[in-house]
């Protein structure tokens, strides 16, 4: 999923990094409404976790490759703002410290991984949610569903991106997404069933952290991110 420089071209590469530092600006101005002392210790845990996961890669194309994400459980163990913060942050250390992902295509990256994967899949997962009944028991299986969607979904941003300004002419598109969403959809498997277990178990221990749950003990400000 880590797309590198050249891949895509300047003017899409441009507009998607104007796109990243807005919604980055609006992630910190939304997660300060409900990110109390309480659930930074949450954020600081799950940040650590999503960047230990996305660094398990699998080769796509060429100078591509694909990893679990992190974003849904993010978005559902402290919120979806918060979990676009957690998914940015993560996405620049890496750019910049393991040059994994370009420099000019970490926008592109942020884009596809923390709002298409984080705040996206938060939107999936609420709306599963909510037809499962909204009960606490349907938390961790919801957020595992969301989570197996979240990931083919990001893999066509980066295709829908390669349309708009893609720079590898030998590469057809119809190819691109039978590999991004093919071997994407593998991966959400293992990011659903992660997904599932690791917010499961936490909502077995603390579900009044649990952002995404009905017994969420913070103010909930922004629900469905209004």
Same mark, same amino acid.
């Given at each position: 999923?880590?797309?590198?420089?050249?891949?895509? @071209?300047?003017?899409?590469?441009?507009? /998607?990094? %104007?796109? !990243?530092? #807005? $919604?980055?600006? *609006?992630?910190?101005?939304?997660? &300060?409404?409900?990110?109390?002392?309480?659930?930074?210790?949450?954020?600081?845990?799950?940040?650590?976790?999503?960047?230990?996961?996305?660094?398990?890669?699998?080769?796509?194309?060429?100078?591509?490759?694909?990893?679990?994400?992190?974003?849904?459980?993010?978005?559902?163990?402290?919120?979806?703002?918060?979990?676009?913060?957690?998914?940015?942050?993560?996405?620049?250390?890496?750019?910049?410290?393991?040059?994994?992902?370009?420099?000019?295509?970490? @926008?592109?990256?942020?884009?596809?991984? /923390?709002? %298409?994967? !984080?705040? #996206? $899949?938060?939107? *999936?997962?609420?709306?599963?949610? &909510?037809?499962?009944?909204?009960?606490?028991?349907?938390?961790?299986?919801?957020?595992?569903?969301?989570?197996?969607?979240?990931?083919?979904?990001?893999?066509?941003?980066?295709?829908?991106?390669?349309?708009?300004?893609?720079?590898?002419?030998?590469?057809?598109?119809?190819?691109?997404?039978?590999?991004?969403?093919?071997?994407?959809?593998?991966?959400?498997?293992?990011?659903?069933?992660?997904?599932?277990?690791?917010?499961?178990?936490?909502?077995?221990?603390?579900?009044?952290?649990?952002?995404?749950?009905?017994?969420?003990? #913070?103010?909930?400000?922004?629900?469905?991110?209004?």
């Amino acid at each position: 999923m880590h797309i590198p420089d050249g891949v895509i @071209g300047p003017g899409v590469s441009a507009a /998607a990094g %104007i796109v !990243a530092a #807005g $919604g980055f600006g *609006v992630a910190v101005s939304r997660a &300060r409404r409900y990110l109390t002392d309480r659930l930074v210790p949450m954020a600081a845990l799950v940040t650590a976790f999503v960047f230990a996961g996305q660094m398990i890669n699998f080769p796509v194309l060429p100078g591509m490759s694909g990893h679990l994400l992190g974003g849904v459980l993010a978005a559902v163990l402290v919120g979806p703002w918060a979990g676009y913060l957690v998914v940015a942050i993560v996405l620049i250390i890496q750019a910049l410290l393991f040059a994994d992902g370009g420099l000019t295509a970490l @926008g592109l990256n942020i884009v596809n991984m /923390a709002l %298409i994967g !984080a705040v #996206g $899949g938060y939107l *999936v997962y609420r709306l599963i949610f &909510r037809l499962a009944g909204s009960r606490p028991d349907r938390v961790a299986p919801a957020a595992g569903i969301a989570a197996f969607l979240s990931v083919p979904l990001a893999g066509l941003g980066f295709v829908g991106e390669f349309a708009l300004g893609g720079t590898a002419e030998s590469l057809s598109l119809g190819a691109i997404l039978v590999a991004m969403v093919g071997t994407h959809l593998l991966i959400g498997i293992g990011e659903g069933v992660i997904t599932f277990f690791v917010v499961g178990a936490v909502m077995k221990a603390r579900p009044d952290l649990v952002y995404g749950s009905p017994t969420f003990s #913070g103010r909930r400000t922004e629900e469905l991110l209004s």
